[in-house]
């Protein structure tokens, strides 16, 4: 019986080792899947971030793009604007130089006014405003000789 109580001490400790093994295996595995599942994992969001990248350098360049077309679009603006004052400024100055006739022609029909209104109340007839031209200075223009060139003397 001693050869049989040593083979079941020795089986019992093959077993237990080799249960101990299996279970070692069996951790190892599953730390093996976790591993390929963060591995995978990963390698999906190296895929991600280049993608996210590229996009990235894409819109970079887009923007770029409307920055350059934005900068032209604001020096024609500005050239615009400028033509515009300048604009505004003749305009201005020629409503000034029309308002000025408009109030010397509104002045010398106030004192036309004034006088005629005088000369009624003094029984005097009321003066023409324009002067009548003559004929003969007239027809002296009209007879006026050509230049050498071919246009009139009094252009």
């Known amino acids: 019986m001693t050869a049989t109580a040593d083979v079941v001490p020795v089986l019992d400790k093959r077993r237990?080792?080799?249960?101990?093994?299996v279970q070692a295996t069996i951790?190892?595995?599953?730390?093996?899947?976790?591993?390929?599942?963060?591995?995978?994992?990963?390698?999906?969001?190296?895929e991600a971030n280049k993608a996210a990248l590229a996009a990235a350098i894409t819109r970079t360049a887009e923007l770029e793009k409307e920055i350059k077309a934005l900068a032209k679009q604001r020096k024609q603006l500005r050239a615009d604007r400028t033509g515009a004052k300048r604009v505004v400024k003749d305009a201005r100055s020629r409503a000034k130089v029309t308002e000025k006739k408009f109030d010397k022609a509104l002045i010398a029909d106030l004192l036309q006014k004034a006088k005629t209104a005088a000369l009624a109340t003094n029984g005097?007839?009321?003066?023409?405003?324009?002067r009548a031209r003559t004929p003969a200075k007239a027809a002296a223009r009209r007879r006026a000789p050509a230049s050498a060139n071919g246009r009139s003397a009094r252009a």
């Open 16 to 21: 237990s080792k080799w249960l101990a093994r």
């Open 27 to 46: 951790a190892a595995e599953a730390a093996l899947a976790v591993l390929d599942k963060d591995l995978e994992a990963n390698a999906l969001q190296c």
């Open 124 to 130: 005097a007839p009321p003066a023409s405003r324009t």
